[in-house]
């Protein structure tokens, strides 16, 4: 199925099951002493809670008979004393639950995150990037309650009724059989609820996918929404995504809510029959003290029945998003270290492309049998028609995508033999879509380095011409960017990219369309700045603007799947074939202009 749709549902390729029970627990490891520091007073709290009913059971047939006051005395000190510490037992599980809870979220999140850090280019590809957002943020979040308090609150309801059931086998075993009478019936009512809200709350993770990835989508294009008026029609499919959220949300909620007054009501029909066996004695002796202390009982039997009762709900509803989020865990990176995988040496530049077939589908080759090689401290430029793989072959020199077949050598060395790390810290890659993280100026700049000090920063972009306008800012370096650098121009954005680049000092310098948005005098500017860039280090550019690729060592035409021609400038001018009629057609649109 496509998933790379807004209004497309994902299509789950593994179910829950009981491994993942088990996974979910995995979270709670690191916290062994919480969690037993926190079941002692778990399990103090319910000794405290069953001692009531037992204690009305002496007041009513011992000491209210006898007028022992002294007897009654010691049982309102022993009353008054349980309730204290189990004041306390309440205060110290609710705030290292929560604790507790909120650290286990924090782990998995940050797990999530980590992990979407290693997932190849091709997985973004494939989805919209508001369905992969929601699984770090809204469906862990909506663990919070399952995680802050189900799992160990269930773990005290079941101490619970182990701790009631004792206290009630010793009052009387026929009453405590009668008081199963109904859980056959609850059991088979709670099988059928859980398949049905389990998948009604599948398409309710699958509709805010959706939701959530038309908010993104929306405001990402929010430019060219208004430039060509789209936002009635936008509105009109929100409307119909929110619906559509908002409809699969009610049905789930219906289900989900049939649970909890089947228990209710199977706990009062259960009360109803001990007092009516009680009272009638059928078949059962018991005083009334006693009778009471049991129904106290059977209480404590079916609140945590309805306590699991709400949890299993929370189980199956936080199932629907935990199979999203172990989903996303479980994808493998396509592009991952070999286990004999070593450092890469300091690269020199020599790059060699060796009979390269390559296709971002296997059926859809971009290139067959390419190769070339490149000497270190050439620069090369890259031109051709649209779709042709220009960019394609930067994405293969820094292994964002693996070739089907052939080798890619840099400095003899097959680029997967070591680290994808390694091999990326040497090389510096520049995008036409500079993208500029909301921070201080100095800080974008520094990402090339991050332990570069304040005066290389600023010698980095005085050399690629950026300092001027940087000064010219309120605060200069310490200018506050917002996203995606909305209150630069795109020429200012790219300058500060040329400056972080630079700054990283790369071996093999990838520019892709980098001088697109600067205008003609900033580049005339720029152009020192480019000349000393490249100085030393082996350079791939890609431009559309021929004018700054004259220079270049050689320029390389790409059509049909490979290198269709190669040479200088002034040597592809003069075999006038391709390269010279793309030159000559983009000069007469300038003159033309």
Not at 276 to 301: E, H, M, Q, R, S
Not at 344 to 369: A, L
């Amino acid at each position: 199925m496509d998933q790379n749709s807004v209004r497309k549902d994902e299509e789950l390729k593994e179910e829950f099951n009981i491994e993942q029970f088990k996974r979910l627990g995995g979270y709670l490891k690191p916290y062994k002493k919480s969690v037993s520091k926190i079941l002692i007073v778990i399990l103090l709290s319910n000794i405290i809670m069953v001692l009531g009913p037992y204690l009305t059971s002496i007041v009513i047939d011992e000491a209210i008979p006898n007028k022992d006051t002294t007897q009654m005395g010691w049982i309102i000190l022993i009353f008054s004393l349980a309730t204290l510490i189990g004041g306390w037992c309440s205060r110290y599980r609710i705030q290292h639950i929560t604790l507790l809870g909120q650290n286990v979220l924090k782990d998995m999140r940050l797990q999530i995150f980590e992990h979407l850090q290693k997932l190849s280019f091709s997985y973004f590809d494939t989805r919209p990037h508001g369905k992969i957002v929601i699984r770090v943020v809204n469906y862990i979040n909506s663990l919070s309650d399952l995680l802050s308090n189900g799992l160990i609150n269930v773990i005290s309801d079941v101490l619970s009724l182990v701790v009631t059931l004792v206290f009630m086998f010793s009052l009387n075993v026929k009453l405590t059989l009668y008081s199963f009478i109904l859980l056959p019936f609850l059991f088979l009512v709670t099988l059928f609820i859980q398949k049905a809200q389990r998948k009604a709350f599948q398409a309710v993770s699958n509709k805010q996918a959706n939701l959530n990835a038309y908010i993104h989508e929306s405001i990402s294009g929010i430019k060219v929404t208004q430039s060509f008026t789209r936002e009635s029609m936008n509105n009109e499919i929100f409307s119909e995504v929110s619906q559509d959220q908002k409809m699969s949300w009610l049905k789930a909620v219906k289900i989900q809510l049939l649970l909890a007054p089947t228990i209710q009501n199977s706990a009062t029909l259960t009360i109803s029959l001990i007092y009516f066996i009680g009272v009638k004695g059928l078949g059962v002796d018991v005083t009334t003290g006693v009778l009471i202390a049991f129904i106290g009982y059977v209480n404590n039997f079916w609140n945590p029945m309805v306590n699991i009762g709400n949890f299993y709900n929370s189980l199956i509803t936080g199932t629907a998003y935990l199979e999203r989020i172990f989903e996303t865990l479980d994808v493998e990176p396509e592009i991952t270290d070999k286990g004999e995988a070593f450092v890469m040496p300091p690269v020199k530049g020599d790059v060699v492309f060796k009979e390269i077939t390559f296709g971002y589908k296997p059926e859809q080759t971009i290139f067959e049998k390419l190769s070339f090689h490149v000497k270190p401290g050439e620069t090369i430029a890259i031109v051709g028609p649209t779709g042709a793989g220009k960019s394609t072959i930067i994405n293969l020199i820094s292994r964002f995508y693996d070739v089907n077949e052939g080798e890619i050598l840099v400095d003899g060395i097959d680029i997967r033999d070591v680290t994808l790390k390694s091999l990326r810290d040497q090389i510096g890659v520049m995008l036409q879509d500079t993208f500029i993280f909301s921070g201080t100026i100095m800080e974008n700049i520094r990402y090339g380095k991050l332990d570069a000090t304040e005066e290389e920063i600023i010698s980095a972009a005085k050399i690629v011409r950026a300092h001027e306008f940087i000064m010219q800012q309120k605060k200069g370096y310490q200018t506050v960017i917002k996203e995606r650098g909305g209150t630069l121009s795109a020429g200012q954005r790219q300058l500060i990219s040329f400056a972080r680049t630079l700054l990283a000092d790369p071996k093999v310098l990838i520019l892709d369309e980098a001088t697109s948005s600067i205008d003609t005098q900033t580049e005339i500017l720029l152009q020192e700045g480019l000349d000393y860039l490249l100085k030393g280090r082996t350079a791939f550019i890609i431009a559309h603007r021929l004018s700054t690729i004259k220079n270049s060592t050689r320029i390389f035409y790409i059509a049909d799947k490979v290198i269709q021609e190669s040479g200088s400038h002034n040597e592809l001018m003069a075999q006038k074939g391709l390269y010279y009629n793309l030159y000559k057609t983009q000069f007469n649109l300038l003159q033309k202009i």
